[in-house]
């Protein structure tokens, strides 16, 4: 088996967009002509109904076609409270690769960086397609890892953009991250709002970085022709979903779960699969469009799928293999 690590992941192109976009593409469009499989993934909750919703470890498996077809897992643990109590990131995890033909596992990739750009990369290929035209403004609630990998990959693969309005509960946690970017990105304006609101008003393209489990983001406080990528989830009210002129998720079977707010409007019989506008791959492959008019309130509601990290993974290999990189692991 291969491992490879942070480290060789971020140098062999994982530490930055563009590779993540072109795998993201490729997935959606795999998911959009069936050619995967992707069970269910279950949540392992050791706390029980007690727990923070963001404190668990999930297993995603699955298999992808195209031209070099493999079969694997992200195992992915997350804990809310480790960066104040721990000192550590919130989420950690692997990646483990199996051949297709023999279903021997071939690589382990550390899978916290490569889950945070994949996570990253799915709201700029929405974006793409369901963002206003030279958009110029982004809202960011959450200031934290995620956060910073998708104001990153937006900035680095949309250059008009011009303003970032960042909000956190922590504003040492937002005003670091400001600072970060300004060092980075210094031709973009970027400003730490007094609260929620203040921040999600002023965007043109809203994304969710928090862990909340309780809505807080009401469909007045979106301007005309908003497209919101829900990312954490639970952030939005549901008057948001049955107000948006499309709502949209990546998959929708995963979308449809664990009581999320979408969940929940299916269970109350206010929403359902025909109401839905498109999963994501269909507009990434053409079968829907995408924004039509710039008045549009659009949301992405992306569960997350674990075809999309083992593509990433699968493109971060080969490259490995490539270029003669990594660490050689015994099997037995």
């Not at 079969?71 to 109590?85: M, V």
């Not at 995890?93 to 945070?116: C, K, M, Q, R, T």
């Not at 400001?178 to 730490?192: E, K, M, S, W």
């Not at 971060?316 to 990594?326: D, F, N, R, S, T």
């Amino acid at each position: 088996m291969l491992y490879l690590n942070r480290e060789t992941i971020a140098k062999l192109g994982g530490g930055s967009s563009r590779l993540y976009t072109q795998a993201l593409e490729e997935a959606l469009s795999l998911h959009a002509g069936g050619d995967y499989v992707q069970p269910l993934k279950p949540y392992l909750r050791s706390a029980g109904k007690n727990g923070h919703i963001a404190d668990r470890i999930i297993a995603m498996p699955a298999y992808i076609g195209g031209q070099f077809p493999l079969s694997g897992i992200k195992w992915i643990g997350s804990k809310h409270d480790n960066p104040q109590a721990r000192g550590k990131e919130r989420a950690s995890g692997v990646i483990v690769l199996n051949d297709a033909e023999s279903h021997f596992p071939i690589a382990v990739l550390e899978a916290g960086l490569i889950s945070s750009m994949r996570t990253a990369a799915v709201t700029v290929v929405a974006a793409k397609h369901l963002a206003r035209v030279g958009f110029r403004t982004i809202a960011c609630v959450g200031c934290g890892l995620i956060a910073k990998a998708q104001l990153t990959s937006l900035l680095e693969q949309f250059d008009h953009v011009q303003e970032l309005h960042l909000f956190d509960q922590s504003t040492a946690a937002a005003e670091r991250l400001a600072d970060q970017l300004r060092g980075q990105f210094p031709q973009v304006n970027i400003t730490v709002a007094d609260n929620a609101e203040q921040a999600v008003r002023e965007g043109e393209l809203v994304v969710t970085c928090t862990v909340t489990d309780t809505p807080y983001i009401p469909y007045e406080w979106l301007r005309k022709g908003a497209f919101i990528s829900n990312i954490s989830i639970m952030d939005v009210h549901k008057d948001v979903y049955l107000q948006a002129d499309k709502v949209i998720v990546d998959d929708w079977e995963q979308s449809n779960r664990e009581k999320k707010v979408l969940n929940q409007l299916v269970l109350e019989g206010r929403f359902s699969r025909e109401q839905l506008y498109a999963e994501l791959g269909e507009i990434v492959v053409g079968a829907k469009p995408g924004r039509e008019h710039d008045d549009e309130i659009i949301i992405l509601n992306p569960m997350g799928m674990a075809i999309e990290d083992i593509a990433c993974a699968r493109l971060i290999y080969l490259q490995a293999l490539k270029e003669g990189v990594g660490v050689k692991l015994p099997l037995y």
